[in-house]
């Protein structure tokens, strides 16, 4: 964990981590937390499941991990309340695109007026093919591996899957190469990009990019939201 916080994966604000003893429990534990929060999806409880859900097993008893998940598909679709709720929450948040194409920059005090790449670009995406995954029982836990289970099902065209992978691919790659020239300038690295510091050709792409998850988001909504955000 402290290579992925010194390469810019940093350690969770909300120390939602194994190094937290709260998160070490058995799987009984488990099982009844993960009850609570599908039969009561208040916005705590969503994001606990939305934090949780994308569980795999890095060491140890990879059946108690398979257990656990069959138990949480059982639970959550057979509950629509719960996962309308889930595609609420992923549908809500506001992709820093205006009207007229125009980047909508949030004010960081360092930083000045940034892109937040992880929670304004990376996160819907990773949000859309959580709630595909849960919809449909899909037992991937990797974003673009879902999204292709989504067409293999009939629930996602191939052609809005590939746009969305794209996406994720295309904003991934900018993230990184931002956070190389933190590096290189000796900066600690963070998510926020400003748009200058990209070429025409990808703030045009990125434009794109963020077009596309919109448009995805409101899918979202509509298909298992009832059209609510």
């Not at 990773?126 to 991937?140: E, F, K, M, P, T």
């Amino acid at each position: 964990m402290r290579w992925l916080n010194s390469a810019g994966y940093i350690y969770c604000p909300g120390d939602i981590m194994a190094t937290n003893e709260k998160w070490r429990q058995p799987l009984a534990v488990w099982k009844d937390r993960y009850r609570n929060w599908i039969e009561k999806p208040d916005p705590e409880n969503v994001l606990n499941t939305t934090i949780f859900f994308d569980m795999r097993c890095v060491a140890g008893e990879e059946g108690l991990v398979d257990t656990l998940r069959a138990r949480i598909f059982e639970w959550s679709r057979a509950n629509r309340i719960f996962l309308s709720f889930i595609a609420r929450a992923a549908s809500n948040t506001k992709v820093p695109l205006g009207f007229f194409r125009n980047f909508l920059l949030q004010h960081d005090e360092k930083e000045g007026h940034v892109l937040d790449l992880k929670h304004q670009a990376i996160a819907p995406v990773v949000d859309i093919a959580r709630v595909y995954a849960l919809a449909l029982g899909l037992a991937n836990v990797n974003s673009k591996e879902r999204l292709k289970m989504a067409v293999e099902r009939g629930s996602l065209g191939q052609e809005e899957a590939s746009n969305l992978i794209d996406c994720f691919e295309f904003i991934h790659s900018v993230r990184f190469r931002h956070q190389s020239n933190q590096i290189k300038r000796g900066e600690p690295l963070t998510n926020n990009l400003s748009p200058s510091s990209l070429s025409r050709f990808e703030r045009e792409h990125l434009k794109d990019a963020f077009h596309i998850i919109r448009n995805h988001m409101d899918r979202i909504s509509r298909t298992y939201a009832g059209g609510i955000q």
